[in-house]
Structures are given as structure tokens and as C-alpha cells.
């Protein structure tokens, strides 16, 4: 085999590999842009659409760590083909839903698929590229997740705006048929085979306690205000906090019997990782509020297109995008913690101006008078997202780098499933006790959005608090290699690593 065919063949299979990275971004994005058109098509309530987004979320959440853990086991490459191979199925069971039942159990299909995909893709890199390559592959992943936050949004608006062979919104899902399929053939080419050399077993227990533990408290969040927030509801949730304290005391036991817990619980001894779980909880949950409630107020309040609404939110995409490479290059590397502080403070003044200014020009405000808060909070968020992971991480031993990576990605996923579950509170809530004529004429979306900015505020302040407890530098030795270094030890290192590309954007 001649030197030139294995580089040929490795950037092919980067070429597979970030394809189908940014078909999964896209998705998480593009959905939102299209909400109220489902909601109009559809029938589908305030709590289906919520279960649409949250759904995905909590599906990839819980899954994420197990993903990995079945790629080392039983091969990167068939993962990969595997989980590409669902999620395209499961996205045409989006596009031909018949009803938001349908689609919301397709979206959780979708978000299982993504979590048996996306921990192979950097893996997969790690395995065919060498070491002195990955800065550059991992500058390309960094690029690519800033392309997928600005065109995710406008990609969804032109493809329900233009009502393609009068399907609505359901292209938002068919465009990822061909992409899906292409990376499936290309892959199985191109792609070659990687295995972890010590897997771990499989802890199915732990993944069932989890996954009921967490759908106990995020099912009644998320029906209760549709149902009248029945005694019920709240007695379930209580269940599911119990489930979860089931859950870690197994995990503990099984740490101690055979040492493959699904979680590796000894982490939270560090005090800079056990804070960084409490700031990717809080920045995930005001995020996962923030991103639909703004969309429903754009369009359902301000009666704006989607169109409208996806190029209004190119500010805040270009804000984000330009202040993370600053972050990474230039900020972090000079004053560390304190770049991380002044981004959640940063983001919450622009929250606060944009609440200012949803209550002051009420209905009436334009696209660009959003430009300047929008401005704020994406130049407040890409100075956290970029460098939070490496953060969190820089104090834990290398023997656990691999398991803190993957509960730092799956808690940020349980943050944002759990915001759209508060959305029930912070938005929907207000929405149900208004008038009739304050629905008509858009006020009662434009007091809702203006409630859930309090509920984001709040949160960023909660952030920018445990952020306090984040190493004020990096260490230079001891702690978690990102940027493509080889994580060593045992155990957990290969399941999910950290320079996954849900980590590059915390």
C-alpha cells in the first residue's frame, strides 16, 4: 500500500465522520426555528412541543456514556454506521409523522441513534489520526460547530418558509435522508475499524435506574401544567429522586464489586469537577429555556416568519462563533477562571438588556433593537462554551479523563431536557392565565418571554457562583489532556473522550 492511500483514506473518513456531526447539530437547531409551524399543522400542544425538544435530549443524554462504552466493545465503525443508520431512519419517521405523538416518539428514536453515533466520531479520529494532526482536525470540529449554530436556525426557516412540495416543515427532518445515507455508504469505505483493548462491561442496571430516574422527574414536569399539576405528579417526581439516590448507591456497589460502574462516582471527590457538573447542569438548563421560548415569542407573539426569526438570531451565531475563538486563543490562556466569570455575567446583562427592552417596546419591537442584547449574551456565551469542558476537567486524574468527559456532555444534554421541562413554569404557565385578547395581540407571549428571562438570568447568576470553584489556571501536569492528547490509563478513558464535539461547546 503506497504512503498516500491511508491520508487519502483518513481525510475521507474525517470528511464522513464531521458530515455527520453536523447533520446531528443542525438537528438539535433546526427543530425550534419550526415549532409553531408543527404546532399549527399538527394539532400538537405546548407539552408535545416541549417533549419534541426534550425528548431528543433526554434520549441522547442518557445514552451518550453507554454509546461509547458499545463502540469500544464491539467496534467504533460499526457503531457509527449503526447509529447513522437510525438516525436517518428515525428522521423520516419525523418528516411523515401523522401526529405529535408519532413524531415525538421518532425525535426520541433520533436522539438514541445520535448517542450511539456521536461518541464514535472523535474516537474514530483519535484512532486515525496522529497526534501531531489533531490540533488541526480538532480546529476543524471547532469550525464546524460554529457552522452548525448559524446555519442549523436559517436552514430550518428557508426550508419552512419555501413549504418544499407543500410537505411545511417536514423537509426539516427529510434533508437528512440523503446526507444520512451518503455517510452510511462512504463510511463503510472509508472508515476503519478501532476497538478499545480493555473494554469495560456493559452496566445495563445502572442505564435502566438512570433512564427511569430521570424520566420520573422530567414526565410530570413537563404534562403537569397540561394535566392541572395532579397530586400525582408530584409524587412521581419525588419517586424519581429516590430512583436516582437508588442509582448512585448501585454504582457505588458495583465500583466496589468490578469496578465498570456507569458513572464513576470517586469523580466528585475532586471540587473543581464536582463545581464544573453544577455549571454545565445550570448553563445547559438556562440554555435549553432560552432557545425555545425565544423562537414561540418570535413567532407566536410577534406574528414574525421563520424566516425572520432565523436571520434575527444571526447576531447572536456570530457573537458566539467569534467570541469563542477569542476565548480559547487569546483570553483563557492569560486570565483562565476569570474569562469563564465574566462570560456568565456578560450573558446575563444581555439577558437582562433584552428583558429591558421585550418590556419596554412590548410588540412593537424590530429585529434590530434585539441586535444589541442578542450581541451581549452571544458574546457572554462563546466566552464559556469553548474553554468550559477543559475547565472542569483540568483536575482530574487521567485514569478517569474518559468518564468525566462523558458525565460533563450527558449532565450539559440533562440540562437542556430539563429547562425545556421548566418551560412548562417559566413560559407556558403565564400563557395559560392570560386573556383572550391578550393571545390574540401577542402580549401574553411577549409577558411569557419576558418571565423566562428571569428564570435564564437567574440560572447564568447560579453559573457564574459555581464557577468560583473552577482552577483559577490549568494545571500543567496532573490533570485531563484536551486537544487530542492521548487520555492513557484504564477503565473508562475510551468510552466517550473529551474532545467529543458536544465538549468543544460545553
Known sequence: MTPERPDRRRWFALAVVMTASLMDLVDVTIVNIAMPSIREETGAS????????????????????TGGRLG?????????LLGIAGFTAASALCGFATGPDMLVAARVLQGAAGALMVPQVL??????????????VFGLFGAMVGLGAVSGPLLGALLTEWDVAGLGWRPIFLVNLPVGVAGLLLGRVFIDESKAPQALRLDLVGMALASAGLLMVLYPLTQGRELGWPLWGYAVMAGGLAVLALFVRYERAKSRRD?????????????????????????????????????????????WSP???????????????????????????????????????????GTGLYLALAEWLGTGITPWQMAAPLVVMGAGMGLIVAPLTDAVLSE?????????????????????????????????????????????????????????LWWVAGGL????????????????????????????????????????????VG
Open 259 to 303: 469496578g465498570s460502574p456507569l458513572v464513576e462516582l470517586s469523580l466528585f471527590r475532586v471540587r473543581s469537577f464536582a463545581a464544573g457538573i453544577g455549571v454545565q447542569l445550570g448553563h445547559g438548563t438556562a440554555c435549553g429555556v432560552f432557545f425555545l421560548v425565544w423562537t414561540l415569542y418570535m413567532q407566536l407573539g410577534l406574528g
Open 307 to 349: 424566516l425572520k426569526a432565523g436571520l434575527t438570531g444571526l447576531p447572536f451565531s456570530l457573537a458566539v462563533s467569534t467570541a469563542a475563538g477569542l476565548s480559547v486563543q487569546k483570553l483563557v490562556p492569560r486570565f483562565g477562571r476569570a474569562v469563564l466569570r465574566a462570560g456568565a455575567l456578560v450573558m446575563a446583562a
Open 72 to 80: 469500544d466493545i464491539y467496534g467504533r465503525k460499526r457503531l457509527f
Open 123 to 136: 474516537a474514530i479520529v483519535h484512532a486515525g489520526f496522529p497526534a501531531e494532526e489533531r490540533g488541526k
Open 396 to 452: 482530574v486524574p487521567r485514569e478517569h479523563a474518559g468518564s468525566a468527559s462523558g458525565l460533563v456532555n450527558t449532565v450539559n444534554q440533562l440540562g437542556v431536557a430539563l429547562g425545556l421541562g421548566l418551560t412548562s413554569v417559566a413560559f407556558f404557565g403565564v400563557v395559560d392565565g392570560a386573556a383572550p385578547a391578550e393571545l390574540a395581540d401577542g402580549r401574553a407571549f411577549t409577558a411569557a418571554f419576558s418571565a423566562s
Open 461 to 504: 447568576l447560579l453559573v457564574f457562583l459555581l464557577m468560583g470553584a473552577l482552577p483559577k489556571r490549568r494545571p500543567q501536569t496532573g490533570g485531563q489532556e484536551t486537544g487530542g492528547q492521548e487520555t492513557g490509563g484504564a477503565g473508562h478513558d475510551e468510552s466517550v473522550r473529551p474532545e467529543d464535539e458536544r465538549a468543544l
Open 46 to 65: 405546548f407539552s408535545a412541543l416541549q417533549w419534541i425538544s426534550a425528548g431528543y435530549a433526554l434520549a441522547f443524554a442518557v445514552g451518550l456514556i
